[in-house]
């Protein structure tokens, strides 16, 4: 008892150190994609207001309602300060902590060593190794957290009876709900647990019922609609023209979860499931198919917009269960084979499973670098814009950032507000708005990691910008409602087109689209077509009205 208690001990602190070794690289980050876009809300605007006051909690998002977000940032913002090092240690803090819950929820059903094993396999898995990276995503990861804790109560209440578990799984349940929309499904599970009988359960499960109740009715008062997602229609969600991307997307996740190895990993898996469901009672099946349900479906609504294509938040859930079920099998294949001959087994079971890790591992080594790559703009970028005082500096944001420039936009203003005694950089969105008069240029440099001095290529850059230039055809129609925009652009098929604007960057839109947004300020923008053959044509500009506008606008 005593030697188990011991390796007992072990699993739990290394569960715990586990993050830290792995990731400890992203105590040097700085602030990234959305980050700033939260922290300036969170300054501008008390945090209780983003839980009970619609216009101000749809600044934030219109296609989301997760306001534990904000209370969690609100949190790092209050003991530490703009410090982005301790939200990472927040953030790895977390991960530790869902690596213990779901090894003492594991450990419910199986084996402490496959629980550990399980485990691990999830920790070192590339959804992780993108979702620790970003502390925009930090919503994901301790909604995660509260869902395994909350199912753990529930299966100690249905073992032992006792009224105080029940009462921690559904505060912990309310928590996950209102950390993402995902978790909410979790109450579906409920009736399947293969504990007590099903009149127990069901009892159990009306205090968790009440919970989704009040949540809908919150969440209809501070979004205006029940169903999530940035697609700008609820009925695009379900129809016939959507379900072939739908499914498209869905048939990608395999990949993102195992890489490269992907189909012989997924036989592996999906061999064990067809295993275990087969040699246990039919009622595993139907639980299979519920969980399958629950977690794929919330997926819908982003699947059609932005779309599933990377091993990122939006496959976190699936990543863990596949963790978690994985464990399982894998435990029932080893007691069921291990009875013919148990040293030989234990030995080809052992080999096998650090075979897994070990393509796990390297996947998400090489997932989590990439990841990393993108990462080292935002960081190059926010520090040179938080630390150079001068306002005749220019700079020119890479790719990625120009995308999401908001980013940018969103750190001038809490420098502004934080030390108002000094200046920043200008950013230039566009080579067109380079001119003869900027002295300083600067770009980052992707060799380096750094922001580079580029000034004497400046008369070069905008003699090639200006002859890129073309007074050809152009059609917009732009329209917004608040909390919806669409828009249609013509007349080229090919090519893209993006928005411009000083707050927004350059943004890259179809051709047709509608998305919900809300936007509270003013601002001029205008269209950039960029041509398969090079050349650029503009639009005039307009300027954005937060209360409602329409364009309607053609050059021919």
Same mark, same amino acid.
Not at 431 to 452: E, F, Q, R, V
């Given at each position: ?11 739990v ?10 990731y ?25 207001k ?17 306001p ?36 003492y ?20 898995g ?47 349940y ?6 993402k ?26 205090p ?27 009925h ?18 395999p ?8 189909k ?15 040699a ?10 519920? &969980? ?22 939006? &496959? ?26 148990k040293?030989?087994?234990s030995?080809?079971?052992v ?17 989590g ?9 935002y ?13 005749? &500096? ?33 950013g230039?969105?566009?080579g067109?708005?380079?001119h ?72 890259l ?19 950039r ?15 954005f ?12």
């Amino acid at each position: 008892m005593m030697f188990r208690k011991r390796y007992h001990l072990i699993f739990v602190f290394s569960l715990f150190l586990l993050p830290f070794g792995r990731y400890y690289q992203i105590l040097s980050g700085y602030w990234r994609w959305d980050d700033t876009a939260i922290l300036l809300q969170l300054l501008k605007t008390p945090v209780w207001k983003y839980f009970c006051i619609p216009k101000v909690y749809q600044l934030l998002s219109c296609a989301n309602f997760t306001p534990w977000v904000m209370l969690s940032h609100q949190g790092d913002l209050t003991l530490f300060g703009l410090n982005p090092a301790a939200f990472y240690f927040h953030h790895l803090l977390s991960l530790s902590f869902i690596a213990i819950a779901g090894y003492y929820f594991l450990s419910l059903w199986v084996d402490k060593k496959f629980a550990f094993s399980g485990m691990v396999l999830f920790t070192i898995g590339a959804p992780v190794a993108t979702v620790i990276q970003q502390l925009m995503t930090r919503h994901y990861l301790e909604g995660l957290l509260f869902a395994i804790l909350s199912l753990y109560y529930v299966v100690l209440f249905l073992r032992r009876g006792k009224n105080h578990y029940l009462l921690f799984g559904v505060v912990f349940y309310a928590l996950a709900v209102m950390a993402k929309e995902i978790y909410v499904p979790l109450v579906c599970l409920l009736p399947w647990i293969p504990e007590q009988t099903i009149k127990v359960r069901l009892k159990a499960m009306l205090p968790f019922v009440l919970v989704v109740f009040f949540y809908v009715v919150w969440r209809q008062y501070m979004l205006g609609s029940l169903v999530g997602g940035y697609a700008g229609n609820a009925h695009d969600l379900i129809s016939f023209t959507t379900l072939p991307l739908v499914l498209d997307r869905f048939s990608d996740i395999p990949v993102f979860l195992f890489g490269p190895w992907w189909k012989p990993l997924f036989v592996v898996y999906l061999g064990m499931m067809i295993f275990s469901v087969l040699a246990a009672p039919s009622q595993l099946l139907l639980i299979s198919i519920v &969980v399958f349900a629950c977690i794929m479906l919330p997926l819908v609504p982003v699947a059609v917009s932005p779309g599933i294509v990377a091993p990122d938040r939006y &496959v976190l859930l699936i990543w863990f269960a596949v963790s978690f079920s994985g464990a399982c099998c894998f435990a029932r294949l080893y007691q069921k084979t291990s009875l013919a001959s148990k040293k030989t087994m234990s030995i080809a079971f052992v080999v096998a499973w650090c075979v897994v890790l070990a393509f796990v591992g390297t996947y998400g080594y090489e997932s989590g670098k990439r990841t990393q790559q993108l990462a080292r703009e935002y960081d190059a970028l926010g520090r040179f814009v938080w630390m150079t005082n001068d306002k005749e &500096v220019y700079f020119i944001p890479p790719p990625q950032v120009l995308a999401g420039y908001w980013f940018v936009d969103c750190l001038f203003k809490i420098k502004s507000q934080v030390q108002p005694n000094l200046s920043s950089p200008v950013g230039v969105i566009d080579g067109l708005y380079l001119h003869p008069s900027i002295k300083k240029l600067w770009t980052y440099d992707a060799k380096c990691y750094c922001m580079k001095d580029i000034s004497a290529s400046l008369k070069k850059r905008i003699s090639r910008a200006m002859a890129a230039v073309r007074k050809m055809p152009l059609s917009i129609f732009f329209k917004y409602m608040p909390g919806l925009v669409s828009w249609r652009f013509g007349p080229y098929a090919t090519g893209s087109y993006h928005l411009l604007a000083d707050e927004l960057g350059a943004r890259l839109l179809p051709c047709e689209g509608v998305l919900r947004a809300r936007i509270d300020d003013d601002f001029s923008f205008c269209i950039r077509y960029t041509s398969p053959e090079g050349w650029k044509t503009y639009s005039p500009p307009f300027t954005f009205n937060p209360h409602g506008m329409s364009i309607n606008w053609e050059r021919k």
